[in-house]
């Protein structure tokens, strides 16, 4: 065997300047998904929105995103992640000069729904990227990392972002700060990222599979989003629920018949792929609720304006970034499934802190501390639920496990919102700080008992693995 045959293949040279690429395209859409959180009465002031309306200025992107996660990630599969990524960057900046132009309520909706689709290619290609330039290890346990704290940090650091953008210069801005971030993306892809072939060569196009998943996927969404204005017991909120699952099981049979199929049914044998992503629905909702509450609280109790309290959040956004490093650098100690159990624990004790607010509460007295806890837990959790979701997953299905991933946070971020909100209604009685407040209490007390399930379900992961190693282990000695 000669020297050129037996040397292992040497690793891209390029991939930790790649992973920066990736990283910044990551926490753009994360950012975008809640940085116009706190410049909605800003918007709603200047566009003449409804209160009805004005929710959709959020629930457009999410709706768009969540809905198209799986079919984006599949065509990246099937067309090459590269050319995909690019076109959505492209599809990003155009999208993101809309919004800022926007002159009216509709034309920032539609610009918002085709942000969500830029952001439904990108994500998915990006990670799929990722997983394809780094070898499965510790290596890729490190990119991992510092991916999913990026993209957690997008998540939390939006509203210090949105809050001072908005106040200084203007919502428009929450929305031109993606242009040359998406200008620099556009350019640096051809110079960092690798050529992309196709992961799944000669074979068709699901179409049926397509139109399914994705149809589900968006009627579910709209399901939960409207559920807190509509009621959780209405004809429309269990029509939509009722036709989402009825699309579901008729995907599950074009799957199962297909030669082809955008989602092989295959891909949810894995139990790390499976539990991982259950996980992450559950970290959606408690992120996404969390932060809707708080700023909730902060705003209309204490009154902070958004400027205020987007800076009062640095602490929160710093310490989910140095949690998802530090919880990278020990999940290929300690495992995945032990990291998100203790990121659950994390989750529910800054829950419960929370549950302490007061009327005429402060910052360090009420927020401070709370924000510190719950944020050690979205990095911690973050990256371990992602790893164990993307383990073991084939270049094949890169793109495919990638989509599923993202998909499973944002639908458990509109799963998130649309309890928090609910819970918060239903338990304030009266008007005012004190009666806001108790509603906030139990909003916050509905966080904890996600984090709750959390943690039974992470303890339960934990035995299957001590029941396979305690299998295996016998098997060794026979």
Not at 43 to 67: E, R
Not at 373 to 398: H, K, M, N, S
């Amino acid at each position: 065997m000669t020297d050129t045959q037996s040397a292992p293949a040497q690793p891209d040279p390029r991939r930790w300047k790649a992973l920066a690429l990736l990283c910044a395209a990551f926490f753009m859409v994360a950012l975008d998904g809640q940085i116009v959180i706190l410049a909605l009465p800003s918007i709603q002031a200047d566009l003449g929105f409804t209160p009805a309306g004005l929710q959709w200025v959020l629930s457009a992107y999410l709706l768009s995103f969540g809905g198209l996660l799986l079919l984006g990630g599949r065509i990246a599969d099937l067309f090459g992640p590269r050319r995909l990524f690019l076109v959505g960057a492209v599809l990003f900046l155009v999208s993101s000069a809309l919004c800022g132009l926007a002159w009216d309520g509709n034309v920032l909706v539609i610009a918002r729904v085709i942000q969500g689709v830029s952001a439904a290619i990108m994500s998915p290609t990006a990670l799929a990227l990722l997983m394809t330039t780094f070898d499965e290890g510790p290596e890729r346990n490190r990119a991992l990392a510092i991916w999913t704290g990026t993209g957690a940090f997008g998540a939390t650091a939006a509203l210090l972002i949105g809050g001072v953008l908005t106040d200084l210069l203007g919502w428009s801005w929450i929305f031109y700060i993606n242009i040359p971030v998406a200008l620099a993306m556009i350019l640096l892809t051809p110079v960092l990222l690798r050529e992309s072939a196709p992961q799944v060569k000669g074979v068709g196009f699901d179409i049926g599979g397509a139109v399914t998943s994705t149809a589900a996927l968006v009627l579910a969404i709209f399901a939960i989003v409207e559920a807190p204005t509509a009621g959780w017991n209405s004809g429309q909120t269990l029509g939509l629920l009722g036709g989402a699952a009825v699309l579901l099981v008729l995907f599950v049979i074009i799957e199962s018949k297909s030669k082809a199929p955008l989602v092989p049914l295959r891909i949810f044998r894995s139990s790390s792929l499976t539990g991982g992503n259950l996980m992450m629905i559950l970290v959606g909702m408690l992120l996404v609720g969390f932060n809707v509450v708080v700023s909730l609280y902060a705003q209309q109790v204490l009154l902070f304006t958004p400027v205020i309290f987007g800076l009062g959040t640095l602490a929160y956004a710093v310490m989910d970034l140095v949690s998802a490093n530090v919880g990278g650098a020990l999940v290929t100690k300690v495992g995945y499934k032990a990291m998100a159990l203790i990121g659950m624990l994390l989750f529910g004790a800054g829950a419960l802190i929370m549950t302490f607010i007061s009327p005429d509460g402060s910052y360090f007295g009420d927020l401070f501390l709370g924000l510190i806890v719950f944020g050690a837990g979205v990095g911690t959790c973050f990256v371990a639920v992602t790893i164990a979701a993307l383990t073991g997953v084939p270049d094949e299905d890169a793109g495919l496990a990638s989509g599923i991933n993202n998909a499973a946070f944002w639908i458990g971020g509109a799963l998130g919102s649309a309890v928090v909100s609910t819970v918060a209604v239903a338990y304030t009685t009266g008007t005012g700080p004190v009666a806001l407040t108790d509603g906030f209490k139990a909003a916050f007390w509905a966080c904890a008992i996600v984090a709750a399930v959390g943690v039974v379900i992470a303890l339960v992961l934990l035995a299957m693995r001590k029941s396979a190693a305690e299998t295996q282990q016998a098997a060794d000695v026979h």
